[in-house]
């Protein structure tokens, strides 16, 4: 049984230990809830807990060392010939073993992969069984004795409390130590970059061409790493969408909030947040096969040099992509502004437009600022338009009809392909995810600073 069914079969027996831990609380009063200390609801749920936590702690625990000891188990059944190899042969002679078992079979296994391939297999299953098995019965004798429990006088509702408050501060404790190990990540590797890169190279240099060969004897052993044509893209893509995206999305939010009947209100939002779903390779494609012949045809038509892939191409089509999240996020502020500041503005003579941007917006403008860095920030780190749309190609230029490419693209196509990863065109892409890291935080710090000083609060 996977790991997926035999959870699914925990959560039913959880429902069952729900039902069972309600019905019981309610029989020991005789259908008298105020003789019980808690609700009926709660008895059950504490059942639930009892029932479910254990045992998915077992999957959870199991699912993470089963892998290991498997291995373990098939290196300690290997030859002798076998078992003395090199960690790297071994790790490769296990890989090997891994395609063999899962259907990838390599090219002319030898029979000591096909043994242990076998074994491998054998013990996998045998893993699974005994899984589901510990897992059911866990289960199962947590649900007996928690029912045992189950008096007039239990505390459920704090007890049921108390635990989900725990798995509430274990889920934000998983997402802090992830952003904490993620930067971590980054820094170690950056700083092995800037040991064989210098960082003021990297920060300030005008060239960038990052092919090195893999072996020393090959053409172009050495890279060129300054990243300011890699910056200057991102910026220049950014900047055209946000010239798309910000009066689009801003004239948009104060139609629907301000001018617009509820009825098409709630037709016209949610249409407009719909361009939000939209997979990003979707719009690469309109991108690159609508939007860049277009405008290569218009340039042409008027003595213009434009390349097939433009940043013009890329950063309109992302523009269009961003209007959601600008007129969203402002809509949401304008509607915030009371509607006491505009009942006075009236009162005073303001007509409609007047009174929008004279009472409404200046009371929403930090709201408004906030989202459109909150913006900045997701074009900054769009990769999929500017790969179809924009190009590859680094090239340090103002010009928006000239091919360009940006920081996460860079960093897409850095870590595809056969590299060494401590080569330095490797090591260059958590460099420049660094760098793309800070710049985003900043803009988000800013975002929340300004928000946080200029914002209105009113009674």
């Given at each position: 049984m996977s790991g997926l069914l035999l959870a699914g079969c925990i959560a039913i027996l959880a429902l069952v230990g729900f039902w069972l831990g309600r019905n019981r609380a309610m029989a020991l009063v005789d259908g008298n809830i105020r003789n019980l200390h808690s609700l009926p609801g709660y008895y059950g749920a504490y059942l639930?807990?009892?029932?479910?936590?254990?045992?998915?702690?077992?999957?959870?625990?199991?699912?993470?060392?089963?892998?290991?000891?498997?291995?373990?188990?098939?290196?300690?059944?290997?030859?002798?010939?076998?078992?003395?190899?090199?960690?790297?042969?071994?790790?490769?002679?296990?890989?090997?073993?891994?395609?063999?078992?899962?259907?990838?079979?390599?090219?002319?296994?030898?029979?000591?992969?096909?043994?242990?391939?076998?074994?491998?297999?054998?013990?996998?299953?045998?893993?699974?069984?005994?899984?589901?098995?510990?897992?059911?019965?866990?289960?199962?004798?947590?649900?007996?004795?928690?029912?045992?429990?189950?008096?007039?006088?239990?505390?459920?509702?704090?007890?049921?409390?108390?635990?989900?408050?725990?798995?509430?501060?274990?889920?934000?404790?998983?997402?802090?130590?992830?952003?904490?190990g993620i930067v971590l990540s980054l820094l170690f590797e950056a700083s092995r970059f800037f040991a064989i890169v210098p960082i003021t190279d990297f920060l300030f240099g005008l060239e960038w061409s990052p092919q090195t060969a893999i072996r020393a004897d090959q053409v172009g052993s050495s890279g060129a790493f300054g990243a300011v044509p890699v910056f200057a893209g991102t910026i220049l893509i950014t900047i055209i969408a946000m010239v798309v995206a910000v009066p689009i999305g801003l004239f948009s939010a104060?139609?629907?909030?301000?001018?617009?009947?509820?009825?098409?209100?709630?037709?016209?939002?949610?249409?407009?947040?719909?361009?939000?779903?939209?997979?990003?390779?979707?719009?690469?494609?309109?991108?690159?096969?609508?939007?860049?012949?277009?405008?290569?045809?218009?340039?042409?038509?008027?003595?213009?040099?434009?390349?097939?892939?433009?940043?013009?191409?890329?950063?309109?089509?992302?523009?269009?992509?961003?209007?959601?999240?600008v007129s969203s996020l402002s809509d949401d502020a304008i509607s915030a502004v009371p509607g006491a500041l505009r009942d006075g503005s009236y009162a005073l003579g303001a007509t409609k437009s007047e009174t929008v941007t004279r009472v409404v917006l200046p009371a929403a403008l930090p709201g408004i600022f906030g989202a459109v860095l909150l913006a900045v920030s997701r074009a900054i780190g769009e990769t999929m338009i500017v790969v179809m749309a924009a190009g590859l190609a680094a090239n340090l230029t103002a010009n928006p009809f000239a091919a360009v490419t940006t920081v996460t693209v860079q960093i897409a196509t850095i870590l595809v392909g056969d590299q060494e990863f401590d080569s330095a065109k490797t090591l260059s892409a958590f460099a420049l995810g660094?760098?793309?890291?800070?710049?985003?935080?900043?803009?988000?710090?800013?975002?929340?600073?300004?928000?946080?000083?200029?914002?209105?609060?009113?009674?």
């Amino acid at each position: 049984m996977s790991g997926l069914l035999l959870a699914g079969c925990i959560a039913i027996l959880a429902l069952v230990g729900f039902w069972l831990g309600r019905n019981r609380a309610m029989a020991l009063v005789d259908g008298n809830i105020r003789n019980l200390h808690s609700l009926p609801g709660y008895y059950g749920a504490y059942l639930a807990l009892w029932c479910a936590l254990p045992a998915l702690m077992l999957v959870v625990i199991w699912s993470i060392l089963d892998g290991t000891v498997i291995e373990n188990l098939v290196i300690a059944g290997l030859p002798d010939s076998l078992a003395t190899q090199s960690l790297d042969q071994r790790s490769l002679f296990l890989s090997s073993v891994r395609n063999a078992v899962s259907g990838n079979i390599v090219s002319n296994p030898t029979p000591d992969i096909l043994a242990a391939a076998t074994h491998y297999a054998a013990l996998q299953s045998l893993s699974h069984w005994v899984l589901t098995a510990a897992g059911l019965a866990l289960a199962a004798a947590g649900l007996m004795i928690a029912r045992r429990m189950i008096v007039p006088t239990l505390r459920s509702r704090e007890t049921v409390e108390k635990v989900i408050m725990v798995i509430m501060i274990a889920a934000s404790g998983v997402a802090v130590l992830t952003t904490i190990g993620i930067v971590l990540s980054l820094l170690f590797e950056a700083s092995r970059f800037f040991a064989i890169v210098p960082i003021t190279d990297f920060l300030f240099g005008l060239e960038w061409s990052p092919q090195t060969a893999i072996r020393a004897d090959q053409v172009g052993s050495s890279g060129a790493f300054g990243a300011v044509p890699v910056f200057a893209g991102t910026i220049l893509i950014t900047i055209i969408a946000m010239v798309v995206a910000v009066p689009i999305g801003l004239f948009s939010a104060i139609y629907l909030s301000e001018y617009a009947s509820p009825s098409l209100r709630g037709v016209a939002k949610p249409l407009l947040e719909i361009l939000a779903g939209i997979p990003t390779v979707v719009y690469g494609f309109f991108a690159a096969l609508t939007i860049a012949p277009l405008i290569r045809g218009w340039g042409e038509g008027l003595g213009l040099d434009v390349s097939s892939e433009s940043a013009l191409a890329a950063g309109l089509v992302m523009g269009v992509m961003i209007i959601p999240f600008v007129s969203s996020l402002s809509d949401d502020a304008i509607s915030a502004v009371p509607g006491a500041l505009r009942d006075g503005s009236y009162a005073l003579g303001a007509t409609k437009s007047e009174t929008v941007t004279r009472v409404v917006l200046p009371a929403a403008l930090p709201g408004i600022f906030g989202a459109v860095l909150l913006a900045v920030s997701r074009a900054i780190g769009e990769t999929m338009i500017v790969v179809m749309a924009a190009g590859l190609a680094a090239n340090l230029t103002a010009n928006p009809f000239a091919a360009v490419t940006t920081v996460t693209v860079q960093i897409a196509t850095i870590l595809v392909g056969d590299q060494e990863f401590d080569s330095a065109k490797t090591l260059s892409a958590f460099a420049l995810g660094l760098v793309l890291f800070c710049a985003t935080l900043m803009l988000n710090i800013v975002a929340l600073l300004v928000v946080r000083k200029y914002r209105e609060k009113y009674d």
